[in-house]
């Protein structure tokens, strides 16, 4: 049974850092490209960054030099490493890939 679960949230002040991970089992973790996503309340879900298979990156824009996401194989885990933070980033940071989902791991950026 394929599990996805995050840690590393907490509450931190604006301009801060904070590193998630995510730890997947249940499947070949190497194998799959993974993505984290965030949703605030009352918005919708949204893509921060994924990551293939192979290691290549992207991002969307807002986090675009600020957020680095990466992988450990070895540990069958995914990381976000998060600087600057922003108290508009403040969510519920999800893991994911092929349409499976951690429970997520709150963020909370205070001004």
């Known amino acids: 049974q394929v599990q996805l679960v995050e840690s590393g949230g907490g509450l931190v002040q604006a301009g801060g850092s904070l590193r998630l991970s995510c730890a997947v089992s249940g499947t070949i973790f190497r194998l799959h490209a993974m993505a984290w996503y965030r949703q605030a309340p009352g918005k919708q879900r949204e893509w921060v960054a994924s990551?293939?298979?192979?290691?290549?990156?992207i991002y969307t824009d807002s986090v675009k030099g600020r957020f680095t996401i990466s992988r450990d194989n070895a540990k069958n885990t995914v990381y976000l490493q998060m600087n600057t933070l922003k108290p508009e980033e403040t969510a519920v940071y999800l893991c994911?890939?092929?349409?499976?989902w951690g429970q997520g791991t709150q963020v909370t950026v205070s001004s």
């Open positions: 990551i293939t298979s192979g290691g290549a990156t």
């Open positions: 994911s890939y092929n349409n499976n």
